[in-house]
C-alpha cells in the first residue's frame, strides 16, 4: 500500500470540557491522529503563541509529520471529522477561538489547488507558530512552490531587519 507524508499543524485555544487546556487538546489531537490516520513520525513540542484575528486567547500550537495511506482530500476530511469529534463548530467568525484546528501543511506528493483543498497551505510561511515548530521536526523538507527549507522558510521569516531611516 502506497502512503504519503504529510507536515500537520495543530492548534487551540480553548479548554476542552474533558480533555483539559489548549496545550492537553493539542497533545491528545496528536496521539488520535496517531491511532487512527496513520503513523506520526515526528511530532514537534508544543508552543504558545499570540492569536490572530479577534480572539484575545493565546493559542497553543504545534506541527507532526503523518505517514498515511489517505490521500490529501480523505485526511482533509478525515481531520474536519476529529475536529467536529473534539468540539470544533465550524461557524462564525474567521480566526475565532477554537477548541482545535487541524489544518494540512505540506504533503510529499507536491501540490493540491481546489476549492476545498490548497497544499502547501496558502498562509504557512507567514506563520511562525506553524513554521518554528515544524522547522523544529523538519528543517529540510522544501516547500514546492519557493523550494526553500522549512529552517530556510522561518530564518527567513525571524530575521532581524533594519529599522527604516
Given at each position: 500500500m502506497s502512503t504519503s507524508l504529510y507536515l500537520l499543524a495543530l492548534g487551540s485555544n480553548q479548554c476542552h470540557p474533558h480533555?483539559?487546556?489548549?496545550?492537553?487538546?493539542?497533545a491528545a489531537a496528536a496521539g488520535?491522529?496517531?491511532?487512527t490516520l496513520g503513523r506520526v513520525l515526528a511530532r514537534s513540542p508544543i508552543i504558545a503563541s499570540a492569536?490572530?484575528?479577534?480572539?484575545l486567547r493565546r493559542y497553543a500550537n504545534a506541527t507532526l509529520?503523518?505517514?498515511?495511506?489517505?490521500?490529501p482530500h480523505e485526511l482533509l476530511t478525515?481531520?474536519?471529522?476529529?475536529?467536529?469529534q473534539l468540539g470544533r463548530k465550524r461557524r462564525g467568525q474567521?480566526?475565532?477561538?477554537?477548541?482545535?484546528?487541524?489544518?494540512?501543511?505540506?504533503?510529499?506528493?507536491?501540490?493540491?489547488?481546489d476549492p476545498d483543498l490548497k497544499v502547501?497551505?496558502?498562509?504557512?510561511?507567514?506563520?511562525?507558530?506553524?513554521?518554528?515548530?515544524?522547522a523544529a521536526i523538519a528543517p529540510h523538507w522544501r516547500d514546492p512552490l519557493t523550494?526553500?527549507?522549512?529552517?530556510?522558510?522561518?530564518?527567513r521569516l525571524t530575521r532581524r531587519r533594519p529599522l527604516p531611516r
Open positions: 480533555l483539559g487546556s489548549p496545550r492537553e487538546v493539542v488520535l491522529i496517531d491511532e492569536p490572530i484575528g479577534p480572539s509529520v503523518l505517514d498515511s495511506a489517505l490521500d478525515a481531520l474536519q471529522w476529529l475536529e467536529a474567521r480566526w475565532r477561538s477554537r477548541v482545535i484546528d487541524l489544518d494540512i501543511v505540506l504533503w510529499s506528493g507536491g501540490l493540491v489547488a502547501p497551505h496558502p498562509l504557512f510561511r507567514q506563520r511562525d507558530f506553524v513554521l518554528r515548530p515544524a523550494g526553500l527549507t522549512l529552517a530556510h522558510l522561518h530564518a
